[in-house]
């Protein structure tokens, strides 16, 4: 599957955007759609994931109560809602898309073998 990010942009502080991930295909079931973020210099952050069935959703603690991850069938498009924006929200976002992941190996960005091209967050304090 393909996928292609959009929706980031340059906010303040306390902002929100709406990231979207546009799927080339109606991912099954038993596909997990990640977003993960990597800030200059840091490694690639896990945010949040949704299994595609709609039976789990997964967040990171920090982005817990600020960010919603959702999914639209009819639109093969999975969507990162961001309230409260900070600076430390600042990253490249990207989505993924893997088939058949454990639990425990949803955070884990190496566990994902379908990327999109990555979308800049900005956030001016």
Avoid at 21 to 41: D, H, I, K, L, Y
Avoid at 58 to 70: C, H, L, P
């Amino acid at each position: 599957v393909q996928l292609q990010a959009c929706g980031g942009g340059l906010v303040q502080a306390g902002d929100s955007l709406r990231l979207s991930c546009a799927a080339s295909e109606v991912p099954s079931g038993r596909f997990v759609m990640g977003w993960f973020r990597q800030a200059p210099e840091k490694g690639r952050e896990f945010v949040a994931a949704l299994k595609w069935d709609g039976g789990s959703t997964y967040y990171t603690n920090s982005v817990k109560g600020r960010f919603t991850i959702s999914r639209d069938n009819a639109k093969k498009t999975v969507y990162l809602q961001m309230n409260s924006l900070t600076a430390e929200d600042t990253a490249i976002y990207y989505c993924a898309a893997q088939p058949r992941i454990i639990d425990s190996s949803v955070p884990n960005p190496s566990a994902y073998s379908n990327w999109g091209q990555g979308t800049q967050v900005t956030v001016s304090s």
